[in-house]
């Protein structure tokens, strides 16, 4: 299963960053899984990580890596986590990157390895060394729709998101910025995931590049706010991967510089892109039936309207209500209660599904009937918007119900 | 589905307190579904009840009066929570109560009203006010499991405890403490739950007697203890119930009296009871095919152990996993590596699995086998036990699986 968003968007190459992708083999020998990206010289590059204490080998490598220089390659396989894998993981993950190097002629540290797929097993190291000739070889700017399938683990879907905006700027080398005439990037992303969803200040895995011109600094603070409105706002299951990874990559072959008067405007065409992509996420999440949007609004603060979209979000009893399409709203009112909030008042809590009001000061809304709700939940795309009546601070969450497919997912993905 | 546990075990009634059923067709025609309890005078009561923000009228209306008294009566019915009902639910409440006053000539504060089943639908208060006579008709002392069988809701089976034991003591009316010969106490009670179960600091619906003589402030001591031993130690999905409620009645008919004494004597036989109770939940919980018990050792402090069983026990990842018989390991870490505690190195961590080591300092144990494994996951009773190697502090929780019959049973609850 999974609910809407069938084709593959049109998608814009980035000047400066190629993709190339082949099959190692790894788990199952018709498909490609393994990609290569390369980066152009004086690109800048910023990386979010998972913060699960259990990190996979590669995120390790990557992340020592990240601190020493801009990378110029970055390598994925699928089919493989290299997680649980102690020291011989970190030795995996490095003899790979050694590999990119050796073919390439830069420096180890300048390659980040990243993989997905099935923890605690060791990876295939010498059929993925194998395959990156190949690999390398495919490199090409056109390469973005291969390498969004070639990274897919129990997703159903590729997912990527592309865009060519103008922006108010200037070309580098001039320095007219008082005039600021509108100039023309592209953003260009592609993700993975559909199950351990719930990224901690990053997604499964997720490669964005632009050929705008911006500096490291600005870039990651651009990421970061993107992510907190994107990625860090989806959940499947409340599971977090060990794996999580989400770069951003800026060639800067455009010549468009993004700096401090544009950055506004730039963020917010990384924002769409990345709500694009995790939206994709949560749409061919394991076993989706439903594409669930949970507002919480008038809450007091960030922390409590989080914790109020979460619970609810992640409550089993509320994913199989929706599952089912039963506007079981007292189920979402037990989440609600018991979410680690102080001195909710319960009675001005009101529930509306989609446009529906459900839940009224506490109960059940006098206008409401069992009809009208099972009317509401019979759509694919379902929003739960929960006021709080306790300050003026909204977010805004995605995930999915909890049906029988997820659970068959699940308890056969080793077999 | 239900694990282990078939039959009834036998009853030890206790005197002076009397358990009487009838049907009052809340729900289904045929069963009963309405139960009411008669508390000898004199006796002592202590009461947990749910944490949740969202709790039900007779919740409510239950705190309040045992805040002014000692009860003589309890009134539990199933098939409608009576939670979500705002001002009428409370008035709904409050008519039960005083019905039974009106039958029984006490006072109305000195009634609690106890339900459960589905939220958000008014209580018929008449059909409850029509049977309440044949219940009070029906009070006995041998009522237990006949009360055990009406107050289930999704449960499978009736749930039953009972002890006679000795305790060191002496005879109320006698003050020949120093001697303590041993003298003879029971200890009987009942439970309902087996979804929306993590109970917080108290249950489903649990009602437990003895002919023991305490005061209330040493009862209450003594059920807190046991309650987080017990059934704050349990969950099937992380949902709190909204009418959770936990009730000790002290008759003091024994003439058996315990103080400081021989507390922890007493403490430790609720205990054991209460344990019985919690687990008897978890083998009948909602689609429960495994009996699972997450034991964390070596931790820093009672938070982190806790943080990190719960997290665990209540990971869909985790869950399906137990349901395939799936030793997927890796599933296990990733969820301990999300628990939030601080500086957690994952690198010292070791898990069994029954008595197999599974993962050892962090990955596969060298001795491990999937096979092993495999075999490990077979068993219906399966003990995942967490080393952190952080300090000294031991916590275990009991959980269940998550299958399809989970989600058959939550995706038709209302239909």
Aim: glycine share 6%.
């Amino acid at each position: 299963m999974a609910t809407g968003l069938d084709s593959f968007p049109k998608i814009y190459p980035v000047s400066g960053f190629k993709l190339g992708t082949a099959s190692a083999g790894i788990k199952e020998i018709s498909r490609n899984d393994l990609v290569v990206m390369q980066i152009a010289e004086n690109s800048a590059v910023a990386a979010l990580f998972t913060k699960n204490a259990f990190c996979a080998a590669p995120i390790e490598v990557a992340r020592n890596s990240l601190a020493k220089h801009v990378p110029s390659y970055l390598v994925v396989n699928t089919g493989n986590a290299n997680a649980g894998t102690g020291a011989r993981g970190i030795r995996d993950a490095q003899m790979t990157c050694a590999k990119i190097a050796e073919l390439t002629e830069v420096d180890a540290d300048k390659v980040l390895p990243f993989s997905t797929g099935v923890i605690g097993e060791y990876l295939p190291t010498q059929l993925i060394l194998d395959a990156l000739p190949s690999a390398i070889e495919a490199l090409n700017e056109d390469g973005w729709e291969a390498a969004a399938w070639s990274i897919l683990t129990t997703d159903t879907r590729p997912k990527a998101s592309s865009k060519r905006f103008a922006i108010p700027s200037y070309h580098a080398g001039t320095s007219e910025v008082t005039t600021s005439p509108e100039t023309h990037i592209t953003l260009t992303g592609i993700a993975k995931g559909s199950g351990m969803i719930k990224p901690n200040m990053a997604t499964m895995l997720s490669f964005i590049a632009t050929d705008a011109s911006i500096d490291n600094e600005l870039l990651h603070r651009a990421l970061t706010l993107a992510a907190n409105k994107s990625f860090n706002r989806i959940t499947v299951d409340g599971d977090t991967s060990t794996n999580d990874a989400l770069v951003l990559v800026a060639t800067g072959h455009s010549g468009v510089v993004v700096d401090e008067l544009n950055f506004s405007q730039f963020q917010a065409n990384l924002e769409s892109v990345c709500v694009e992509l995790a939206q994709a996420c949560i749409r061919d999440g394991e076993g989706a039936a439903k594409f669930v949007t949970i507002v919480v609004a008038n809450a007091l603060n960030l922390d409590e309207a989080l914790e109020v979209a979460y619970t609810v979000a992640e409550s089993p009893l509320v994913k199989t209500a929706l599952g089912a399409s039963d506007a079981n709203w007292g189920r979402i009112m037990a989440a609600i209660g018991r979410a680690e909030i102080t001195h909710l008042d319960m009675e001005k809590v009101d529930i509306y599904i989609n446009d529906t009001l459900v839940v009224h000061q506490g109960q059940r809304s006098a206008d409401y009937s069992e009809e009208a709700g099972s009317i509401a939940m019979q759509t694919e795309d379902i929003e739960i918007k929960i006021l709080l009546d306790r300050g003026d601070v909204s977010q805004t969450v995605w995930t999915t119900d909890l049906g029988h497919e997820y659970v068959r997912i699940n308890a056969d993905y080793r077999t």
